[in-house]
Nanobody, 124 residues
Framework: QVQLAESGGGLVQAGGSLRLSCAASGRTSSSYTMAWFRQAPGKEREFVAAILRNSVNTYYADSVKGRFAISRDNAKNTVYLQMNSLKPEDTAVYFC?????????????????RGQGTQVTVSS
């Protein structure tokens, strides 16, 4: 089992930045593919970004490419999502997820573990 706990969400003005963190505990997550998803009210959960266990290979949704950056510190069992140039349409609950496979997975059902989420609200 892997437990995931997100933090770092909050209220920010458009154009601002936030850094989300996801702390993993339980079975070591260093060999897992890690990802961030988000879900806005009334919308389906959508993929945001993923990072392989080598901490090098990453993949982003087109909507956040160039603005968001995913990274991980395997020694700390923590994954980060640096969000810059935030837009009101980025408002959502952001979830961290872990999959026991090494691949750039973009579907939520491919991830075995998921955190409770952290709210990000971007005001215009």
């Amino acid at each position: 089992q892997v437990q995931l706990a997100e933090s770092g969400g909050g209220l920010v003005q458009a154009g601002g930045s936030l850094r989300l963190s996801c702390a993993a505990s339980g079975r070591t997550s260093s060999s897992y593919t890690m990802a961030w998803f988000r879900q806005a009210p009334g919308k389906e959960r959508e993929f945001v970004a993923a990072i392989l266990r080598n901490s090098v290979n990453t993949y982003y949704a087109d909507s956040v490419k160039g603005r968001f950056a995913i990274s991980r510190d395997n020694a700390k069992n923590t994954v980060y999502l640096q969000m810059n140039s935030l837009k009101p349409e980025d408002t959502a609950v952001y979830f961290c997820a872990a999959a026991p496979y090494n691949g750039l997975l973009t579907r939520a059902l491919e991830y075995t573990y998921r955190g409770q989420g952290t709210q990000v609200t971007v005001s215009s």
